[in-house]
T-cell receptor, first 115, second 111 residues
C-alpha cells in the first residue's frame, strides 16, 4: 500500500541553523501539505502546495519557512535560522485532490529538536 | 475562521464501559476525519465522514456526523486497554484543502 515517507525521523539542530525536512508523497497525489505538532498540543496547518506553488499558508508559515518540490518525488520544508519554539513534530501529508477525494494521508513525522 | 473543539480533553475510563467524544466546529463543512495518535507516533486514519448523517463503524468505535449541528461524535463501546491513545477530529475547511484539527482527546482505558 502506498504511503507517505519522511526523513529524517529525528533532527537535532542548534538555534540559528537551517534545517531541511524531506517528504516523499504518494506518487500520484497532487496536493501536498505540512503540519506541525508541538509536544502535547494539537496538530496545526502550515502550508499546502499544488502545481508547484503554495496554495495556502497559515500565520505560522512566515518568511522563516519555505517549501519546494525539487524533483518529481520529493517535497521539502526548509526552516531558516531555527528558534527554540520551532521544536515540534512536523508531519507531511498528501492527497489525491481529484474530484471529491480530499482525504489526506500523513507521513510518520520528523521530530525537530532545536537546542 | 474555522475553529474546532473537542471534549473532553482527557478521559479515563474503565474497561468495558461506553463513552462518547464530541467534536464541534464553528463554520460550514461536510468533511470530517477522525484520527488516532499513539505517543510519539503519526496520525492513523480512523474514519472519513463526508455527508450529513454519515455513520461509520469499525470494531468498538463508531463515528457520526451532523453537519447541521456542526457536530461529530466518536462513540466507544465496551472499551479495552488497546484503545488508549489520543483521538483527534479534523475538519476540512470549506473552500480550501487544509484540515483544522481539534484539540484532541487523551483517552486512557484502565484495566
Amino acid at each position: 500500500e502506498p504511503e507517505v515517507t519522511q526523513t529524517p525521523s529525528h533532527q537535532v539542530t542548534q538555534m540559528g541553523q537551517e534545517v531541511i525536512l524531506r517528504c516523499v508523497p504518494i506518487s500520484n497525489h497532487l496536493y501536498f501539505y505540512w503540519y506541525r505538532q508541538i509536544l502535547g498540543q494539537k496538530v496545526e496547518f502550515l502550508v499546502s502546495f499544488y502545481n508547484n506553488e503554495i496554495s495556502e499558508k497559515s500565520e505560522i508559515f512566515d518568511d522563516q519557512f519555505s517549501v519546494e518540490r525539487p524533483d518529481g518525488s520529493n517535497f521539502t520544508l526548509k526552516i531558516r535560522s531555527t528558534k527554540l519554539e520551532d521544536s515540534a513534530m512536523y508531519f507531511c501529508a498528501s492527497s489525491d485532490g481529484r474530484g471529491s477525494n480530499l482525504e489526506q494521508f500523513f507521513g510518520p513525522g520528523t521530530r525537530l529538536t532545536v537546542l | 475562521e474555522l475553529k474546532v473543539e473537542q471534549n473532553p480533553l482527557f478521559l479515563s475510563m474503565q474497561e468495558g464501559k461506553n463513552y462518547t467524544i464530541y467534536c464541534n466546529y464553528s463554520t460550514t463543512s461536510d468533511r470530517l476525519y477522525w484520527y488516532r495518535q499513539d505517543p510519539g507516533k503519526s496520525l492513523e486514519s480512523l474514519f472519513v465522514l463526508l455527508s450529513n448523517g454519515a455513520v461509520k463503524q469499525e470494531g468498538r468505535l463508531m463515528a457520526s456526523l451532523d453537519t447541521k449541528a456542526r457536530l461529530s461524535t466518536l462513540h466507544i463501546t465496551a472499551a479495552v486497554h488497546d484503545l488508549s491513545a489520543t483521538y483527534f477530529c479534523a475538519v476540512g475547511a470549506a473552500g480550501t484543502y487544509k484540515y483544522i484539527f481539534g484539540t484532541g482527546t487523551r483517552l486512557k482505558v484502565l484495566a
